[in-house]
């Protein structure tokens, strides 16, 4: 099967396309729209934003537009959004929630994640963290038995955050973790944790994100690998996190890249995957959990 029509199978039953578009960054009626056509075009079908991205509402005005344009119905379509550090507190989630849906023209969410184990206005180390994230969780999952959530997860987890939340007892282990998850930021102990516990990893700054202005692709190893098969930086790391049966969310706002971010579908040898595996540069692109206590 074609890497572009790849699921994930979640622990709720629920298939995740393994590839996303992320729209972190990408503001703009126009501008969200051409991405979003563009993704459509060529095949992806899974969306990340979030409330913190402020473009919800531009990404539900272009599917009103292009979905059926493009023969899709709203089922046809993966949607992710996250509850914003703001909202982290469980008197505010059913409004974020519905306002989320709101803003994207839809009545349900196929995932929705609480973005960051802190709580806005709230010291990282402030000992309530614990307990205000398991209360909000309790809501999220309420919402996911209502069926307005199809899944609900996590991101920026650590596996200590993970580990305080399965504690508290809600009966709802999260589906997924979204995280910082790339050659130079293997999260090999997060990694573990998660497949032990039917946790699924979604990857964010598969290529480094903005703020590395290009590190990541421009590493020397990923580059060589990349030359050996003929492929671009971008997809050797894409495919690279694929392979780690990984999720993935790479953003673009060029077309070209859209379409080359999906195109996924050659094989990375054992030996080459090792070289990959053995990149030893240890280096984070974004914000870091673990100070939340
Ligand atoms: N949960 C969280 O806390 C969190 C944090 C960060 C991100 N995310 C999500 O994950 C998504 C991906 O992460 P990200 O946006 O930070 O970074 P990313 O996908 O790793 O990288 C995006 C950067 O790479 C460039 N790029 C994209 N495709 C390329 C290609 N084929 N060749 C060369 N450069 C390429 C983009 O530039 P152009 O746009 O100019 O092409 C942009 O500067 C986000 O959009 C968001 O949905 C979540």
């Known amino acids: 099967m074609s890497v572009s029509n790849s699921v994930l199978k979640l622990n709720n039953g629920i298939s995740m396309p393994v590839i ?4 972190y960054k990408i503001y ?6 051409s991405v979003i056509e563009a993704g459509l075009k060529c095949g992806y079908r899974s969306i990340d934003t979030a409330a913190v991205y402020g473009n919800e509402g531009d990404i539900g005005e272009a599917l009103k537009i292009l979905l059926p344009k493009y023969g899709l119905r709203r089922e046809d379509i993966f949607l992710t959004s996250k509850l914003g550090p703001a909202d982290h507190d469980p008197s505010r989630v059913r409004a974020a929630v519905a306002a989320s849906l709101d803003r994207l023209g839809t009545s349900y969410l196929d995932l929705y994640l609480v973005h960051w184990p802190g709580v806005a206005r709230r010291p990282a180390d402030s000992p309530d963290n614990p307990r205000v994230r398991a209360a909000t969780w309790a809501e999220l999952a309420a919402l996911s038995a209502e069926g307005t959530l199809r899944s609900v997860g996590v ?5 200590r955050h993970l580990r305080q939340l399965l504690a508290a007892g809600t009966g709802v282990c999260p589906a ?3 995280v910082e998850f790339h050659p ?8 573990g944790f998660c497949r032990e516990h039917g946790i699924a990893l979604q990857a964010y700054c598969s290529l480094g994100g903005a703020s590395s202005a290009g590190a990541l692709l421009r590493d020397g190893t990923v580059v060589s690998v990349a030359a050996r098969l003929r492929r671009s930086p971008a997809q ?5 996190a694929v392979d780690h049966g990984v999720g993935i969310i790479p953003k673009s706002v060029n077309p070209e890249r859209i379409a080359e971010n999906i195109d996924l579908d050659f094989v990375i040898p054992e030996d080459l995957m090792e070289i990959l595996d053995s990149i030893s540069v240890v280096e984070k692109y974004s914000w870091d959990p673990e100070a939340v206590s």
């Open 184 to 191: 130079r930021y293997r999260q090999r102990e997060l990694a």
């Open 236 to 240: 050797v790391l894409l495919r690279w």
């Open 20 to 23: 996303g578009l992320g729209t």
């Open 176 to 178: 997924v973790n979204q």
């Open 28 to 33: 703009g009626t126009s501008v969200i729209f």
């Open 155 to 159: 991101s920026n987890y650590t596996a």
